[in-house]
Each structure stands twice: as structure tokens, then as C-alpha cells.
């Protein structure tokens, strides 16, 4: 897929998956750390989000403060620069808690620097303690995520059952994986650090 | 009970009762804090949470800035770290104060690193000073924590008349705890130091 | 009263009279200070309080901070330190300006660590200077604090008026003490640092 | 006048004339300083004021806070203490600039430690630099200064013409400075400093 | 003109020219900075200032801020201490951006020291950069500027055509400047330096 | 163009396109830096900006402090000082993400000193990552910059398509270059480095 590819082309960018009124889409949730001493604190969110969608990325970047470290991501680059997370397109309104996961593993990148697989995109809620819950719109998502040419899919595991209701075509055209847990999102999304490296 | 020994696993998560629309639900309280210097600080409250269940997880907080020393839990570790309470579902909106005694119980083990036991389940609000105040829907909360196969509740003293209400067969299954104080709750709902050690 | 012997067994807390939909009725105002190097700031206030009576809480700690040292209760433990004052029930609403002599003794006992005696109830607008000025409902607050088993209750000079209205034998059973400036709710109101030290 | 006498008794309260909807009112201007190391900052305004009057007093402190060196109000002691600005009675909404030499003179007391004088009275908008701009009501507020038994009331030169439809006697019994500079308002309503070492 | 002979006879005061709801007026830009170490920061505003206006008084301190050095403003004076805005009178609302150069005069005057030509009355917004951009109103305005006894005009550029439209007395009466940048304003309006000393 | 020539010369200005009521229009985006120490801190935006459009600022700002060192622009100059971008005319009301790439543009020229080329103009969002998304109303933007004297358009590449509406003698006199990345932006709308030492 070449707008995946091109936008997850530097660490900072996951490709997640979105119901609107027209079906359902891509999107991409974009992270970016400002350098040190250039005047910015906290976390700055961009992308008309609603209440909802803005918890999901104050809990994506709590996540990562508190469980980062045990998990192999530096967060210690975070004390007093300004963390901005922003979701094009800048005029369209979006909310929701499904982009959970996808604004983690954004932000996990990051921080890593290990940058997100192009042709993974993923859609799921996730708690302060990294539980996967469930969404909705499995079926216009995973459409979506075929239309754009995404191979793999990450799903939450209480998912499971929609799946029945997508056809299966394209069931079988993508690779899907059911998690329950967000550490198993950013083993499967990010790249391997030594790939990162070579990029 | 499955969701909940899975939920209740790592420090930092206590299993409240709630009055929804359809009749009684369980629901998870997560507590998490940031990493020193990791850039946050204050009390951030995610999940659509209503005025007042904003105000009991300031209490609960408050409570433990003043008396977490006599009563054996280190609060040292919260200065100039970002204290995070998150109420799943994200999109689901919820408010009252029957949740304090829950909130403070997740933020104690979360200070403490003993993990909350997976088969209590808790309901009551709780003042400044830690007094549990009665709370309402006491019928609705136990047979959903029936439901959910908790076998402990603790409950407010002052809601013992409400348990005439209850079906004998509900009753018998749980084991009821009426609390008066916070501390009682804490001693009951907290795994031993040393099991959390093991753990 | 045994309730309010509860409430006020430790410093930081002052019962109050106030007029509800339902007559009047007894209630509690507590006052928390977070442990030094908690993470906390400023004036913390819940219980659904209304505009009036916020302002309340922040005359009764502006009027300690700029008089406490000339009258006995030290200040200095306020600086970085979150002040939280909370009037239970937590979900229901209060408003308006007589709780503010009650406000001021929830947070001169907490400074002192002098508990507040059990059988003393109050009522009065506090001024930023200390007078103590008139309020509403002294019927119906006597009324409660006789049901409530209170004995002793501090009332605003400025009411001795509405003492008429009062049934005699209410006005009998309680010791009702007139006064005029919040120095005067103290001494009356604050047991002795002896008494506390021994409790 | 007793109550004025008890009122301005400290350094820190002005008394001030106001319009309210049954005539003209005597109202007092309390100002409180916090100790120093005590854990405010800033300006806090209390006694429901209206946006007008509340730019009124920071008018008022911003004024003091250039231009009180030059004329002798000592002002370092501002520094990271909270200033409070309250007028009783707590519940009354008011609003309108008139009450801006009031303030001026309220703090000017509190910072010089001089009383201001029980028998005086004033009313007037005060501009940035201290001009004291025309205000409504003077009739009203100069019946009410009469009967609150103030005998000397300060009034804008630019209100001069209003006096005309004062009755002869108020005006007769009332000592009325008209006053064009705020400069002039401190020096007719503060006490000498040696009589203020002497109170 | 006696009234603005008064008012800017400090430094800090510039006039301005308004239109109102009874034709053009003139206005007075006030300034304060307040001592160092008084406890003040940021910019306040007052005047029951709109929006726009807000953002114009904005745009001046950002342009001295960033300008001043190189125009011979000193700014260093500026770190951590209050400026404050304020355009009398206190109860009208004000907005629009015409006041621009007017308070970019004003603060100019206040951080110089030199006072503003009393003769001088100004009208027109001002971009970040400095241009003078046009504005409405141009007739009421030097109407009222003539009536108040003001002798010079300074007009944006931009605006030369509306002149047609004033009535030929007014014109040859008043010196009316066209400007294209404020620091033209700033020439013709602020005494020179050793004015200022004798002053 | 004069008017572009003129707002451009100083560095920190740069040329956008809208669409207004009244088709297209040529606006520009100014952005200026406080001198350090000079009291100010964070993001200022003026122009009656809609919150759309305040985000693009945002997404413009954090762009630059997160990727300008490795694009050579230095952003260590931003510590400690207020960051100030407006949009004249001050009261007219915009909104919207086409002038994200102007905004980039205007920063970066503010940070390197390099002004921005007098003969240039621009429309397109900018995403967090430089990316250049789609935008609307090319006909009239591109009418309003060759009425403008206008002769070199940056647009994004993603709207080649809507070239083919516009009229084609406008299309032979503008030198139009696709755009899909910030940094094509930067690198044809500033002037070299030397160019601006030299203006
Ligand atoms: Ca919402
Ligand atoms: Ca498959
Ligand atoms: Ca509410
Ligand atoms: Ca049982
Ligand atoms: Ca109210
Ligand atoms: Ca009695
Ligand atoms: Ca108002
Ligand atoms: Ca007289
Ligand atoms: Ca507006
Ligand atoms: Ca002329
Ligand atoms: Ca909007
Ligand atoms: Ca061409």
C-alpha cells in the first residue's frame, strides 16, 4: 500500500482503522516529540478529536509512562518536552475509543525509534493497564483495510466473533491477528530495532 | 471469575459495582503512575467520568496524600509523577460517588504494589477523613457481582438494611463484608505484602 | 451524638447546620492536608459545592493564612501542599455562605491537630477579617441539631432576633453562644492542644 | 458609626457606597495578605463580584503595584503571596467599577499597615494611572452614608454637578471631598502612620 | 485639550479615537507595569475588552517584544513582571482592532519612559510586524478628535481616501499624519527622550 | 507584487491563500519570537483564528521543534520565549487547515532569518510529519495569487487534479509547483541563506 508505506516510513506513524459515514477508512495517528529546550511541555493533540478520542491518547501516553520502561521503551526523553499527537485530516471531527491502541503503538514508535510496519493497521480500545476491549465496525474496517491495501490486522481478541460477518475473502486476503494485551500490538506492529536501525 | 483475575493481576486495579441502565455491572477501576521525569504530573481521569466521580477520585487521592503514611502506604513516590485513574469502557459515561472506596483501594495498591484480591468486588463512597457512606442500588450491584462470579463484597454498614432485599440464594453465595471505615476495606481487599512479592 | 462523636474523633473536621429541601439538617465539613512531597497544591474542594460556597472555603483559608500566626495556629505546613476540603454527601448539592465559621474550624483544627468538640454544632457567614455575619434557617437548624443530640451551638450575634422563633424548649436544651468574631467560634469550638495531645 | 468603627478597626477594610435595589448601601472592602511561605499566589476575589468589579481590583492592586513605591506603600511584600480581595455579604452578586477607589484604598491600608478612617466613606472609579473616573447614584449613596452615620464621604470632582439634587440637609451634615487623583483619596482616608503604630 | 493633557501626562497613556453608538469618541489607552518582585506576570487586560481588542493588545506587546530592542525600546524590564492593559471606562464594552496603534504607543511609552504628545490622537490596526492596516470609521473620528481640542491625527495610510469625506474644516484644522508603520506612530507620537527627562 | 513585497521583506512572514465569501484572497501569516527574557512563554495566536486553523499553528510549531535541527533550523532559540503567529486582518473571522504549510513556512523564516520569497504564495494542511494533504478552492486560490502579482503557487500534489479547472491563461502565468512534503515548501519559498544576509 503506498500511502501506508509512505506514511509509516518514519518511527512516530501507525495506521489504524475507522468507521465513518461513508464505510469505513484508514487513518493515520501521527506522533511527534519536540527536542529538548524548544519551549514545549505536556501532550498537545491535534485533528478535531472529541472527549473521548483525547482520553485514548492521554491513556495511550500513561501507559507508556508508567509500563514503558519494563517494556524496553525509553521514556525518560519525555520529561519536559511537549509530546504532540495528531490525527489527519485536520477538519474532519473524530471520537471514539478505537484508536486506542493504534495512538500507543504511535507513540511506542517513537520513543523506540522502531517504525510501525506498513502493512499493518489495527483498530482496538485499550485501558490504562494495556487490555485490549473490544470495538465496533469489524466488518466496514477490515473492508477498509483491504480497499487500502493493508495486509495484516490487528483486531481485539473479544472481537473474535464479528468476524463472522465479514466476507471471506477477505478473511483470507488478510493475515489477522486477535490480542488482548497491547504488548502483543507492539510486538506485532513495530518493526525489530535492528530493521529500524537500517532504514 | 476470569475478567476479573485477569483485571485485578497487576497492582493498581480494584473491581467496583455500578448501577447501569440494565440492572448491575461490574466494572474495573486502573490506577497508574508515571516513571519519575517522564514530563507529568498532577491527576489526569479518563473514562467519561461525571463531577462527581471526578470529585471521589480526588478524595481518594487526597485521602492517601494525608493518611497513606500512618497507615503503612508510601505516598513519597507521588511527588512531581502524573497519577492516572481510568474507568473502562472508554465511551461508556459514568458518574456518582459509589465508586470511592474502589478508587482509593486501586490507588493504595497501586502505592503499595500489592495487588487488589481477583474475588472482591466493592461498592461504597467515601469521605476525606475515610469514612464508607451508603451508597444505592445494593440488589442490582450483588446480583451482578454474582453474575460476574465474585464470592466477596464489601459493602457500606450503613446499607445493611438494603441486604433484606437481596434473594436469600445471592446472599448466601457472597461473603458480605459491611465496612465503616476505608482502612477496614483496605485490610480486606489488599493481598499481603508478601503474596505480592511472590506474585 | 454518636455520629458526629465519629466525624469529629479526629483534627480536621467541624460540624455544621445547614437547610435542606427537608427542614434542616446536621452536616460535615472536613479538611485534609497532603503529606509534604506528595505532589499536591492548593485548594482541593468537593461535594458538589456551589459558587457561594467555594468562595467560603477560600475566605476561611485566606483568613488563617494572613491570621493564624497571631492567633496560635501555625501556617508554614501549607506551603507546596495541597489543602482539601470536602462536605459530604458527596453527590448532593450545596450552596451558599453559612458554612464558612464551620469551614474556618475544619481548617484551624487540622493546623492545630486540635479535634473539634463532638457536641458543638455551627452556623455563620465568615468575612476575610473573621466577623461572623448573619445567615438563614436558625429555626429549622436548631431544630436539627437537637435531633442530632448536638448540645452546644454557635450561632452569628446578628441573629439573636430569630432566637424568638425558636420552640423554648429547644432553645432549653441546647447552650446557644452569640458571637461576633470568628476568634470566638475557635475558643469555643477547638478542644484544648492538652485534651488533644491526650487523645 | 458602630459598625464601620468595628469593621475598618484592622488595616485592610475601605468602606464603600453602593446602589442596590432598595436605595444606596454602605459596603465594606476587605483585603488579606497571606503570610509569607503559606502556599498562595496570586489575586483571589470573592463575594460574587461581576467581571466590571472584578477588573476593578485588579485595577486596583496593579496600581498599587507601579506606582506604591513612589508614593511610600511598600509593595516587595506582594511577592508569591496571595493577595485576597473579598467584599461581604458573601451571597450579594454586585457589580460596576464604582468601587474601584474603595479597593485602592482597602489595599493600600493592608500594605502600609495604616487604618483607614471609621468615619469615611467613598465612592469612584479609578483609572490605571489613579484618575478617579464619574460614577451613578451619588444621591442614593450619599443618603445611605448619612444613615450608616459616616460623617465624611469622598466623592469624583467629575460627579460634582450631582450634588445638586442632594438634599440640603445630607449635604449639610456630610463632609464631602471631591477628589480627581487617588492620590488624594489615600491621603484623607488612611490614618497617619503614627497613628495607626498607635491603635 | 485639557482631558488628554492630563491623562498622558505619565508615560504609559496614549489617546486613541473610537467610533460609538453617538458618533466618534476619544479613548485612553492606559499602561502599567508593575515593580519587580511583586508578585505579577503576564499580560493583564481590562476595560471589558472584546476579543479582537484582546488580540490587539496581543499583537503590541509581541511586536515590542520581539521589535523593541532594535527601535531602542528597553524590554529586558519586562521578565517577570505584569503589564496591564486597561481602557477606561471600566463598565463599556469595547472591541475591534482599531485601538492597534494606540496601544502599541502606549506601551512604547511606558517601557521609554517618554510620555505621548498630548496634542496626538491615533487610530489603526497594527499588524505583527508592524504595518499600520486601515480601519473604519475615519469621519466620527476626527470629528471627535477636533471637538475634544486634539491638534494631531495619525491615520493609516490606507485610509487617505476616506478623508474625502470629512468635512474640510476639520481637515485644515487638524496636522493629520498617514502612517504605514508603527514605528512612523511611534516618531510622531512619544516625546523625545530629553522632553521626557525635563518632564 | 508591492504588498507581498512589502509584508515579506522582514523574515517571519509568509504568503497564503483563502477562500473567502468573495472567492479567493491572498492573506498573510506573520510570526514573531520575544526577545529572551522579555517575560512571555508558549504559543500565541491572533486573527480571530477558528480552532481548526489554531491547530495547524500548532502542528506548524511542533513540526519545527521536533524535525528542524536535522532540516538546519535551529530551534533552541524557541526556550523560554513566546512564539507569536497572526493572521491579519485582526477582526475577521478564519478557519480551516489550507494554511498549515504557510504557517511552517512563516516559522521556519522566523527561525533562519531567511525571508520568505515576495513573488511565492502557498495553500495545503501540513500533517504533523511534513506531509502535504489536499485542499480546497484551487481555482479561486490561484485567480486571487495572479490577481495578487503572485507568480510562483506551491500546491499540494494531491490537487493536481483540480488544475484542470482553472482557466488556462492563469495557469501559463503562474509557475505552479505540486508539493508532498514541507520540506519542497521550505526549500522553494525561502531564500538562500546569503540572499538574506545580503537584504
Ligand atoms: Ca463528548
Ligand atoms: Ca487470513
Ligand atoms: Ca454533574
Ligand atoms: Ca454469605
Ligand atoms: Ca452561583
Ligand atoms: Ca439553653
Ligand atoms: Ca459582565
Ligand atoms: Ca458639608
Ligand atoms: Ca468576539
Ligand atoms: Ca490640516
Ligand atoms: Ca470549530
Ligand atoms: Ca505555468
Known sequence: TPESAERTAVPGVATGLAVTGAGGDVLFVEAS???????????VLTGQLGDVMKESAQIALS?????GPELGFPVDGLADRAVHVHVPAGAVPKDGPSAGITMTTALASLLSGRPVRADVAMTGEVSLTGRVLPIGGVKQKLLAAHRAGITTVLLPQRNEPDLDGVPESVREALEIHLVGDVREVLDLALQPATAAAAA
Not at 501507559?63 to 509500563?67: A, D, I, N, V
Open 33 to 43: 516529540l519536540a527536542e529538548r529546550d524548544t519551549g514545549g511541555a505536556g501532550l
Open 63 to 67: 501507559y507508556l509512562r508508567s509500563r
